[in-house]
């Protein structure tokens, strides 16, 4: 069974910005030390991610 979080190349699939952060540190495992409502859009612009894919392998 293919993990849904990620494309068939391994890619992770693209998120829409209004995704909570506390469902992303939820969801792979992370702490981001973020509140849990604030929004991964403005969270990838504050800290100069292009992606989530870009925060997961650098951040």
């Known amino acids: ?4 979080s990620t ?5 992770f699939r693209k998120k829409r910005g209004d995704t909570k952060m506390g469902s ?7 702490d981001f ?3 849990s ?3 991964l859009a403005n969270y990838l612009n504050e800290k100069g991610y ?3 894919s870009d925060l997961l392998k650098n951040g």
Do not use: A, D, P, W
């Not at 992303?24 to 992370?30: A, S, T, W």
């Open 33 to 35: 030390g973020v509140r």
């Open 7 to 11: 494309k068939k190349t391994g890619e």
């Open 37 to 39: 409502e604030k929004k």
């Open 24 to 30: 992303i540190e939820k969801k792979y495992g992370k």
């Open 50 to 52: 292009r992606s989530l």
């Open 1 to 4: 069974m293919q993990n849904r």
